[in-house]
C-alpha cells in the first residue's frame, strides 16, 4: 500500500467520523463457535473464544482442519482464508480490535475516540458479513500511491503504510504486500481501487 492510499483511507475514515459517521452495532452470528469461555464485545454480548487444543486432546488427533479451528490465533500463512466466519469474528473481536483500536485511538484520540468494527468494515459491520474489501472505504489510486505520491494528507498515509498495513499484516498471520510480486497483505485487502 503506497503512502497515497493510505493518506487517502485515513482521511476519509476521519471525514466519516468528523461528520457524524457512526460505526454500527456488530450483530451476533446465529452459530457461534463453541467454546468454553466467552469474550464481552463492544455491546455487551458475549462472542465466543476457542482456545487451541493441546496434543493430549482428542481435537489434536482429529481432521487436519482442526488447526483452523482455533480462533485465538494469530493465524498462519495461508489460515486466514480457512477459517469460518466465525472463528475470523471471535478472533477479530478478542484480538484484532483491541489491537487496532488501541492503533487508531493513538493516532488521533480525538477522531478514533471509540474505534468499532464499523470503522474498517462498515456496512458489512451492521449486516454481519464483514465483507472485504470494503467498498465504502476510500478507492485508491494505486499507480499514484506506487510512484509515493501522499496525496492530501501525508500524516495519514504514513500512519496506514507504517502501522496499520503491518500490523494487519502480522494479524492475520500474512507478510507485507511485496510490490514486486503483488504476493501478501496490501491495500486492497480493505480498499477497492479506482
Known amino acids: 500500500m503506497t503512502h497515497r492510499a493510505v493518506a487517502v483511507l485515513l482521511a476519509a475514515v476521519a471525514l466519516t467520523a468528523a461528520c457524524g459517521g457512526g460505526q454500527p452495532e456488530v450483530t451476533q452470528p446465529a452459530n457461534p463457535v463453541p467454546s468454553a469461555s466467552a469474550a464481552p464485545t463492544d455491546t455487551g454480548a458475549a462472542v465466543p473464544t ?109 500512519f496506514m503504510m507504517k502501522q496499520v498495513k503491518p500490523q494487519m499484516a502480522a494479524l492475520v498471520g500474512e507478510p507485507e504486500m511485496d510490490p514486486k510480486t503483488g504476493q501478501g497483505f496490501g491495500c486492497l485487502e480493505c480498499h477497492t481501487k479506482k
Open 50 to 158: 476457542v482456545s487451541p487444543p493441546t496434543s493430549a486432546s482428542p481435537a489434536a488427533s482429529a481432521a487436519p482442519a482442526a488447526s483452523a479451528q482455533t480462533a485465538s490465533g494469530p493465524p498462519g500463512p495461508g489460515d486466514w482464508d480457512k477459517w469460518s466466519h466465525d472463528q475470523k469474528l471471535a478472533y477479530m473481536k478478542t484480538t484484532v480490535m483491541p489491537k487496532m483500536g488501541a492503533l487508531f485511538h493513538d493516532f488521533d484520540p480525538k477522531t478514533y475516540a471509540d474505534p468499532k468494527c464499523g470503522l474498517c468494515h462498515g456496512a458489512g459491520a451492521k449486516d454481519g458479513s464483514f465483507k472485504m474489501p470494503n467498498p465504502d472505504l476510500p478507492k485508491l489510486d494505486i499507480a499514484k500511491l506506487m510512484k509515493g505520491d501522499k496525496g492530501k494528507n501525508p500524516k495519514v498515509t504514513d
